[in-house]
């Protein structure tokens, strides 16, 4: 299965890595395009794939082709590619905010659509993707795009109405999570404690707790309840977030990243 990447910055990186470290794919079998010269360079360096200059030359290579480009370049590039992607390719664009249709209308014929929404934890093999597909994909198609997306974290197939919101709990939310992180080892910092120091536990502690989440099963709240003894310290602390509208807060934002990533 030969697969192309047109984008080669963190996430086609991350990708890459993971298809490689996960043995789906050989290097010989990648070939790569990305006009920002460094981003080519370290493609070359790090997983010494084959690489292109010209996408029209990655746009006709592959078996599956993904389009790891920005939103705003997303038209541009299918506009020059159109032409050179073979009927049987499944085209996977990883854009937030731009649908199977808009894809289509581009393209300006029928082609394979798969649109995934991955996020940054893909580059340590931990990231998680919301998929959806056009009728042309069929259910073997779907199952090759999963294997390949499950070697740097874990995919999931939805309907296409909530790719906005997965990109609001998903694509977005690393963004949200490292500020936490952030935040909590300012609370160490301002406690006492060395700040590499506090950034470990800060991010040790966020890491077990998501783990506690997806193993047990039980609801956060549920998780949160087992750690708030009556009169103690963790309470002290959730009656503080709560005063200080932490749940709203959040559930705000994804609100408004949602919102942005439909008016893309």
């Keep these: 299965m030969k697969i192309g990447f047109i984008g080669l910055g963190n996430m086609g990186g991350a990708m890459i890595g993971g298809m490689l470290a996960k043995g789906i794919a050989d290097k010989d079998m990648i070939m790569g395009a990305d006009s920002y010269a460094p981003a080519l360079e370290k493609a070359i360096s790090l997983h010494g794939i084959r690489t292109a200059t010209d996408n029209r030359e990655v746009a006709a290579f592959g078996d599956i082709l993904i389009l790891a480009v920005k939103p705003q370049m997303m038209a541009e590039v299918i506009t020059a590619i159109r032409d050179d992607v073979p009927e049987e390719t499944v085209v996977i664009s990883i854009a937030a905010g731009k649908t199977l249709d808009w894809l289509n209308n581009k393209f300006g014929r029928a082609v394979k659509l798969v649109r995934v929404m991955p996020n940054t934890p893909a580059l340590v093999g931990e990231g998680i993707s919301g998929v959806c597909r056009n009728r042309l994909v069929s259910d073997e198609d779907m199952k090759r795009c999963i294997v390949l997306l499950e070697s740097f974290g874990q995919a999931e197939e939805v309907p296409e109405h909530l790719m906005d ?97 439909k008016s893309l």
């Design 165 to 261: 919101a997965v990109v609001g709990v998903g694509g977005s939310a690393p963004g949200y999570v490292f500020m936490f992180i952030e935040a909590i080892a300012d609370g160490g910092v301002a406690a006492g404690m060395p700040r590499s120091q506090a950034l470990r536990f800060a991010a040790q502690s966020v890491l077990g707790s998501a783990r506690m989440v997806l193993e047990t099963g039980k609801h956060p709240a549920e998780l949160k309840d087992m750690v708030c003894s009556p009169g103690g310290t963790t309470i002290e602390a959730v009656s503080v977030l709560e005063e200080k509208g932490l749940r709203g807060a959040v559930m705000a934002a994804v609100a408004a990243c949602v919102a942005k990533s």
